[in-house]
């Protein structure tokens, strides 16, 4: 199972919007609405911010957003902020009954 | 409130074998499953796979059979990693972390358990 392909790095300035985008296969993102997003702090666990595509946990701000199209899913956060500056990771269910990451984007609040 | 805690920093030679844990509070032990993750030094996350907590079936993920074991002491709400035969790229954070429908949204997680592998 390969994992899922993000871009290294996006960056933005405070109160810009940027994406990240997810893209896999259709027997892993586009086979199935099990798409999580996690943001992970340097020496952090990571935490999750979107669950099944585009659903937001209790507590996570809505500047949040997630949505798929085909094998892409993408993050989008608006409102940049300081303290969104992290590494972000997509998952996907797979058809094998497993789950894949992606390698990571970090982003950057220039 | 939802809590794994993990057991503390491992320095072990290779060819040794670490077993981490990760102990679970604050909800129905064996409504979810136990997955772990692995995060190299300055690497991304890897799913390693995970267990059934009702059943203790195990689901090992592709590059972690033979030489990884999950298990479980449901008495004590713990879940357990087990490594044999370390090698030096096993050097790593371990995560726990709760899963939803088993495996397909973890969502929480333990503090990591850095295991380094070095003569």
């Known amino acids: 199972q390969s994992a899922l392909t993000q871009p290294a790095s996006v960056s933005g300035s405070p109160g810009q919007s940027i994406t990240i985008s997810c893209t896999g296969t259709?027997?892993?993102?586009?086979?199935?609405?099990?798409v999580s997003w996690y943001q992970q702090h340097p020496g952090k666990a990571p935490k999750l911010m979107i669950y099944?595509?585009?659903q937001r946990p209790s507590g996570i701000s809505s500047r949040f957003s997630g949505s798929k199209s085909g094998n892409t899913a993408s993050l989008t956060i608006s409102g940049l902020q300081a303290e969104d500056e992290a590494d972000y990771y997509c998952?996907?269910?797979?058809?094998?009954?497993?789950?894949?990451f992606g390698g990571g984007t970090k982003l950057t609040v220039l | 409130q939802v809590q794994l805690v993990q057991s503390g920093s491992e320095l072990k030679k290779p060819g040794a074998s670490v077993k981490v844990s990760c102990k679970a509070s604050?909800?129905?032990?064996?409504?979810?499953?136990m997955n772990w993750v692995r995060q190299a030094p300055g690497q991304g996350l890897e799913w390693m796979g995970w267990?059934?907590?009702?059943?203790?079936?195990?689901k090992y993920g592709q590059g972690f059979t033979g030489r990884f074991v999950f298990s479980l002491d449901t008495s004590v709400r713990t879940a357990y990693l087990q490594i044999s035969s370390l090698k030096a790229e096993d050097t790593a954070k371990y995560f726990c972390?709760?899963?939803?429908?088993?495996?397909?949204?973890?969502?929480?997680w333990g503090q990591g358990t850095l295991v380094t592998v070095s003569s």
């Open positions: 099944d595509v585009s």
């Open positions: 998952s996907s269910y797979t058809k094998s009954s497993t789950l894949v």
């Open positions: 604050g909800y129905s032990f064996t409504d979810y499953g």
């Open positions: 972390a709760r899963g939803t429908r088993g495996t397909s949204l973890l969502g929480y």
């Open positions: 259709s027997s892993d993102v586009g086979g199935y609405n099990y």
């Open positions: 267990i059934n907590t009702n059943t203790g079936i195990p």
